[in-house]
């Protein structure tokens, strides 16, 4: 019933066949037979789909899913799955594109397999009813600067051709999430011929797509064309033992406003057809000399072993070129694509990229393939900046580029984050739609690691501080703090993409999981942690791993199982506050005690105020004529200090740090399951001050202000300007995160 009415609300007519030949629960007859020919009758299996609300898995993965791991010396990269060859042209006045292509599946399962499931993503532009502008719409979720989506600006593919063997498939719209009929982002086909366990099939799709105006990842501004998620693209068929699964299931998810990709490793052989006057750009590498014919360029581009391809084209660019190698890579070439107003942008980005490429060869393991594109996006079409697919990426700009200025860094940072998606979304290629922590967190995690090695803070240039000459720096780890909302105990690091409490909780993924690692690589030692990815990176790669499977990668890496599963449990599965603060500091004299006593004669003497002072001022003058520089405070009799701390939430293990007036330090492992604790010191002297996390390395603490108490109030002209300053500081990055 939808699909009629999914087609006719898109002016499209569904290629449906014969009920009986589309059944996909009845006995069918397939390709096999046996050695006579005699047609073998098969059960269609009833696939699942993945839960509308699955999240960070719990239950670790098998030894040999996705086929194990990758051997060395294996034939391929990955276990590929799947092959693309596709035959497209771009017409860049109408901003459309017109598309042959020929899909080859291959069944891992066990089963029959009768239906398989694609995603059409740039439907999610088509109008307000999907489910991307739904979640806009009624949940007030905003993708980034929330570019408005005028009129003509839609995007949509329409599928014109699909047949299996010459045969016609029929097909309708699914909404395995449970969003409005209206959403056209995940089609089901059903096959004329089920596809047996181990073989293959090939689909032949041709498709129409109007690209969006830039909005959000994908689209056109003037001539300019980023062109990512725009070809029907198979979902992922996970089988027992993969990412928690416990029978076969289709991970097929619609396109909501956060959510990103997930896709099977494979194969793309593509070929591009634009006007002559346009540069092309595209995941992979560029196979001979473009063809030309009637004013229009062909370009081939083939890339093995990953989950996605994208491109862009545009008449106005400019191109940068260079090249890395490193141990067990293979000579890299690099190529920055750039737009003449961003010319001073290109050698920034391209030697971010070879950084890039050399640091997360050393701390996670070689870079596999011998190309990478960085793309700097024209002005007006920043929305495309920041996104990430295989091989290629797009990155940010700045207007009059400076070294040393915040510009600078945000042009770094920006590019080393997207080059690192290339690993994390990539090459681990986990599950963006349910955890997507493992990609943008942990990247962004590995970014800020490659920062703090870089000695690379951020210069903070405020006018109001310029006045006073003040050039205040903040530490990337610092910033990361700031966009983690600590404070705000909603939604755990674990919680998929699209239910969230708000758009916030979602841009928190990124900083709330750095944060945590931070943490985490403190409690266990920072190189046990680097080995400990390492260890993942070696075991995952190609092969879609969950947030369990890393989990356990830290157990073993590290050898701390506890400190491990206490952050998980507290900080992916759940979400609970850290706040350690000092309650209290004091110090009292230690008095002789009031009342009845023995004395040495064996008698019982009364102790009374008038005598216990009397006693003390004599042997305060006695012991002040043998120690004539000792402080006034200080005698034969000792002071009693306390120190009380507490905990609000989560309880990690933490330091603190006792000073006392004759300059001497004790520092406590506070490591216990305690929510509060009192901490005794017997010294000559009194207590100055107390600290928790003296060596503030504890970032996931929501409030540092009240980690330091002293015994008496510092209300220094000082300490107010400094802290001031740091409010200051504070609010604009905070800002700055929530752009």
């Not at 989950?307 to 190529?335: K, Q």
């Not at 200025?405 to 739609?433: K, R």
């Not at 006693?615 to 120190?643: C, L, T």
């Amino acid at each position: 019933m939808f699909a009629v009415l999914a087609f006719s609300l898109c002016g499209q007519t569904s290629r449906a066949q014969d009920a009986s030949a589309s059944d996909a629960t009845a006995e069918t007859t397939t390709d096999a037979a046996t050695a006579d020919d005699a047609p073998v009758s098969l059960d269609v299996a009833d696939i699942a789909l993945a839960s509308a609300d699955a999240r960070a898995i719990r239950v670790a993965s098998a030894a040999d899913a996705w086929g194990g791991p990758r051997q060395p010396g294996t034939a391929t990269l990955s276990d590929r799955v799947v092959a693309y060859d596709i035959d497209v042209e771009l017409d860049p006045v109408e901003h459309t594109l017109d598309g042959k292509q020929k899909l080859t599946w291959r069944n891992r399962s066990d089963v029959v397999v009768g239906s398989v499931y694609l995603h059409l993503y740039l439907n999610a532009f088509r109008s307000e009813g999907s489910t991307y502008f739904t979640e806009s719409r009624e949940r007030g979720f905003a993708f980034r600067s929330d570019v408005d989506t005028e009129e003509g600006d839609w995007g949509y593919t329409d599928l014109t051709k699909v047949e299996q063997n010459g045969a016609a498939v029929s097909w309708e719209f699914v909404h395995p999430d449970g969003g409005p009929e209206t959403d056209l982002t995940v089609v089901r086909f059903d096959l004329p011929e089920p596809v047996l366990p181990g073989a293959s099939t090939t689909l032949d799709i041709d498709f129409h797509a109007q690209l969006p105006r830039v909005v959000a990842r994908t689209g056109y501004y003037d001539s300019f064309h980023l062109i990512g998620q725009w070809f029907p693209k198979i979902a992922v068929l996970e089988l027992p033992g993969e990412r928690g699964a416990t029978a076969p299931r289709w991970n097929a998810h619609e396109m909501h406003l956060h959510s990103e990709f997930f896709a099977d490793f494979g194969s793309y052989d593509v070929r591009i057809t634009v006007p002559e006057a346009f540069t092309v750009g595209a995941t992979g590498k560029l196979i001979g000399e473009p063809t030309v014919a009637d004013g229009k360029r062909t370009s081939r581009y083939v890339q093995h072993d990953v989950i996605d391809f994208a491109w862009t084209a545009f008449d106005r660019y400019g191109e940068l070129t260079g090249n890395w190698s490193g141990e067990g890579s293979p000579e890299v070439t690099v190529r920055v694509l750039y737009p003449t107003e961003y010319e001073d942008n290109a050698a920034p980005v391209l030697k971010a990229t070879q950084d890039s490429l050399a640091y997360f060869s050393k701390t996670l393991g070689a870079y596999p393939y011998d190309t990478v594109t960085a793309v700097i996006p024209p002005y007006n079409a920043g929305e495309a900046g920041g996104m990430e697919y295989p091989t290629f990426f797009t990155a940010d700009s700045v207007d009059d580029y400076e070294p040393d200025t915040i510009g600078a860094w945000a042009l770094d940072f920006v590019t080393i984050h997207e080059f690192g998606h290339g690993y994390f979304m990539g090459i681990l290629a986990s599950n963006e739609f349910e955890e997507p922590m493992l990609d943008e967190g942990l990247n962004e995690y590995w970014n800020q690691r490659m920062m703090r090695e870089r000695q690379q803070d951020i210069r903070i240039d405020l006018p109001p501080l310029k006045w006073f000459g003040i050039k205040p720096s903040l530490a990337s780890f610092d910033m990361e703090r700031l966009g983690a909302r600590l404070a705000e105990g909603v939604d755990g690091m674990g919680e998929n993409a699209w239910n969230r409490y708000s758009s916030g909780s979602y841009g928190s993924v990124y900083s709330r999981t750095a944060t945590t690692m931070r943490d985490l690589e403190d409690l266990v030692g920072r190189e046990q942690m680097e080995a400990a990815f390492k260890l993942y990176y070696e075991r995952w790669k190609f092969r879609h791993p969950s947030v369990a499977d890393l989990r356990d990668a830290l157990i073993e890496g590290t050898g701390q199982p506890d400190i491990v599963n206490r952050v998980f449990e507290s900080q992916v599965y759940g979400v609970e506050r850290v706040d350690d603060y000092i309650v209290k500091v004091d110090s009292m004299r230690q008095k002789p005690l009031l009342g009845l006593f023995e004395d040495d004669n064996g008698e019982i003497v009364e102790t009374t105020e008038e005598s216990r002072d009397e006693a003390m001022e004599d042997a305060r003058k006695a012991w002040k004529e043998a120690n004539p520089e000792a402080k006034e405070d200080a005698g034969p009799y000792p002071w009693i200090s306390h120190v009380v701390v507490r905990r609000d939430g989560d309880r990690l293990p933490a330091k603190l740090k006792v000073v006392f007036e004759d300059d001497s330090e004790e520092v406590i492992e506070w490591d216990d399951n305690a929510r509060w604790k009192r901490f005794s010191f017997s010294k000559p002297v009194k207590i100055r001050s107390a600290q928790l996390d003296p060596d503030n390395v504890r970032y996931l603490d929501m409030n540092r202000l009240d980690n330091s108490r002293t015994r008496e109030p510092n209300r220094s002209a000082v300490r107010q300007f400094v802290a001031a300053t740091a409010s200051v500081a504070q609010t604009f990055f905070a800002l700055m995160v929530n752009l």
